[in-house]
C-alpha cells in the first residue's frame, strides 16, 4: 500500500457523510462527535529499511526519536519481534525486568511491560552487545569501534581519541564484541585484537592484557571483578587492580561467554559444546553438556544456581538442572529458525499489575530468531519470520485456525492465535499474496476450503485437513494480469475476488468469471454475506478513489461515494451493516439503500484492517488496525484505542469472540490475550 498522494487527497468531511451516485461528496450540517482518536508515538522510522521500520507519509507523525518511555500497558501480546531476517546478537535485562536487544543492521528492540518495540540506533552498522542498567540507560557496541551510550536518545560517545586507540596499525578501528559496566559513566568495551578499554572519567583508557586473541565477552559483578573471554581457549579475570589468566579450553577453542550467579558460582561456554564451572577453591572444572551434536555454545544466562541455560548454534538449547546439563531442543516449538545460530540469552523476572511475578527468558539470533519461555517450560517461537510483511490474515471463527499470507509467498498457518507460533506451510513460492479467505464448514464436518490471491492474478487454493500442505498455485486468465488484493468466500465454494483496474472476479466453483465494475482504480478489498444455503448473497468492495462497491444479483454497482481518499477495509456484518476504514483515520457506516455515515476521524492516522464479530451477548463488535501499530476497539459507532505493543503497520486483522490478530509489516504478529469486555 503505497503512501503516495494520500495528502493531496485530505478528507473534505465538513459533517456526516452522504451517498452520491458517482463521485459526489455531499455533507450533512452536523458533524457527528467521536472518541478516542489516535495519537500515534512520536518517533522517526528508515524509509530505506526493508524490514518494515516504514517511512511516514509526508506530515504524518515522526516515529524515530525514543521518548525513553515504554508504550502504555494494554491486553495485546507482540509475538514477533519484527526483526525481520536480521540476526539479533546481543540482549541485556535490568532488575526492573526491561531489556534491549540488539543485532545487524544497527536494530535495537526495547522489551518493557511484556511488549517490544524498535528504538532508533542512528546507525546501521551491525551491533553486536549491549549492558542495560536499572535507570533505564544503556550501552552499546558493535563494528568499527561502534560504542553508543542510550540515555533520552542515542549518541556515539567513541571519538576521535577512541577510535586512534581502537584502530592499532589497522585500516578501521576493531570490531566491540563485548560490553560490561556499573553506569555510562564506567564501564569495559572489549572486541577483536586484543582490545579492551575502560570507560572512565569521561575518557576511554586502554587495559593491557598481555596477550593476543579478540575480547569475545565480559561479565563480572562489579568493575573491581571482571571476567574476560578470549580466542583459543583464555580467561583473564580482573580483581581490584591485579589480572590473572586461565586457559579453559584447548587453544583450538574460544570462550564465547561467561556468567555467574554470584562471585562464587561462574560458568564460561565456547566451541564444541564445551562448558567449565568454578569451584569455590577457584580451580575450573569441565562439565560434559550431554549434546552429542558438541554444538558450539555462544551465551549462557541463568535464574539461579540450578536454573541455568546455554545457547548456540544450530539451535542449541542447554538447561543445567544443579546436577547436569541436558538438552531441551525437543521443547523447542514450531518450525522457523529451529536450526537458527542462537547468540544471545536474557531474562528477568516480570510482575504484571496483579503483582504476579513471571521468570521470563529469551533467546536470540540468526534470521531474526527470537524464542520466548513459557511458565509450561516449553519455546514459544516469537516470530514469524517471512522475508517480507504479512497482508492478509484470516481466522476460523473460534479461531483456532489461523492463515496469515504476504510477500514473495509468504504463506504461515498456526493452530492457535495465544502464544503458539505461524508456521511456514509453503516456503518455494515467490508470488507476492495480498489476501486470504475461508469458508468454514462445520456443519458438514468437512475442512474449510482457503483462497488467498496475489500478484500477477494468481489464486493460491486449499482443501483439505492439513492446512500446512496441499496448496496450489494457478494464475486466472480472467484477472487479465491484473494484481487480485482482497478475496471474500462462502461456504458453498463461491468466490469473490478484487484488485487493480477495477477488476473483479467470481468463481462459481468450476470456473473463474472477469466481471464488469463501474470503476478502473484499484479495488483494494472485498467482503459480504452469504445466504441460508452458503451461497453469496452481497458482496461489497472498496478501493484507491474512496468508492464503495456493492454487487447484487450478479452486477457491481457504485453504492456510494462518500470521500475522496482511499478505502482499505470492508466489512459486512451478518446483520446487514457495512463498515469501511481508510486513509486519514476514518471509519463509515451503512447498509445497502443506505447512506454511509462517519462514525470516526483520526486524521494522520490509516487503517488498513477491519474486522468484526458478535460477542456473547449477540452485540458487534469490530477492531480496525494500521499505521504504527494503531488499533482500535468498538460497537461500530463508538472506537476507543486498545495498546498493542507495536510500531509495525499492521495490515491484516482477523478478531473472533476469545480474542484478535493483527500482523503487518516485517512479519510482526500480535494476539489479544485478554477476553472481550
Known sequence: MGFGGRFGLLLVLVGAVACAADGGHAAEDARREVAGDIAAPEGEVDAADPDGFLAAPDGAPDLRADTGEPPAGGDWEVLSLGAGNRALRGASCNSRGDCLVVGAGGIVLRRSGGHHYPL?????????????????????????????????????????????????????????????????????????????????????????????????????????NVYVGMERGRAMHLSGQTWRSWQLFEASADVHAIWGSGVQEIWAVGTGGRTVRRRLDGSWEAKATNDGRARTLRAVWGAAEDRVWAVGDDGAVLFWNGIRWGVEDDRVVGPNYRGADLRAIAGGRRVDSQGHETLEVALLGDYGAALRRSPERTWHDMSTSPSGRLRGLWAAPGGDLLVAV???????????????????????????????????????????????????????????????????????????????????????????????????????????????????SRLMAVHGRADDEGFISEAWAVGDDGRILRRAGGEWQVACHPVGSALYSVFAHPDGDVWAAGDNGIILRGRAQESFRLVHESPGSFFYALDGTVNAGGEARLAVAGWAGALLMGDGERFSPEETGSYHELTALAIFESGGVAVGAAGVFVTRVAPWP
Not at 553486536?128 to 542498567?133: D, E, H, I, Q
Not at 483439505?464 to 482482497?486: H, I, M, Q
Open 406 to 520: 504476504g510477500d514473495h509467498g509468504a504463506l504461515l498457518v498456526g493452530p492457535e492465535p495465544e502464544g503458539a507460533p505461524l508456521g511456514s506451510a509453503m516456503s518455494d513460492l515467490e508470488v507476492d499474496l495480498y489476501a486470504v479467505a475461508g469458508a468454514p464448514r462445520e456443519a458438514s464436518g468437512e475442512a474449510p476450503l482457503l483462497w488467498a490471491v496475489g500478484a500477477g492474478g494468481a489464486v493460491v487454493t486449499h482443501q483439505g485437513v492439513d492446512v500446512s500442505a496441499g496448496w496450489t498455485l494457478e494464475v486466472v486468465p480472467a484477472a487479465g494480469g491484473a494484481t487480485l488484493r482482497g478475496v471474500f468466500a462462502t461456504p458453498s465454494g463461491e468466490v469473490v475476488a478484487v484488485g487493480d483496474n477495477g477488476v473483479a472476479l467470481f468463481y462459481d466453483g468450476a470456473d473463474w468469471i472477469a466481471e464488469e465494475t463501474p470503476v478502473v
Open 120 to 224: 532508533a540506533s542512528g546507525t546501521a552498522r551491525d551491533l553486536n552487545a549491549v549492558k542495560l542498567f536499572d535507570d533505564g540507560r544503556a550501552v552499546v557496541v558493535g563494528e568499527r569501534g561502534l560504542v553508543l551510550v542510550l540515555e533520552d536518545r542515542f549518541r556515539s560517545v567513541c571519538g576521535d581519541e577512541c577510535r586512534a586507540l581502537l584502530t592499532a596499525g589497522e585500516a578501521e578501528p576493531a570490531d566491540l564484541y563485548a560490553v560490561f559496566g556499573e553506569s555510562p559513566e564506567e564501564y569495559f568495551v572489549g572486541g577483536a585484537n586484543g582490545t579492551l578499554l575502560r570507560y572512565e572519567d569521561t575518557a576511554f583508557h586502554p587495559e593491557p592484557l598481555g596477550v593476543t586473541g579478540a575480547v569475545l565477552t565480559l561479565w563480572g559483578t562489579d568493575l573491581d
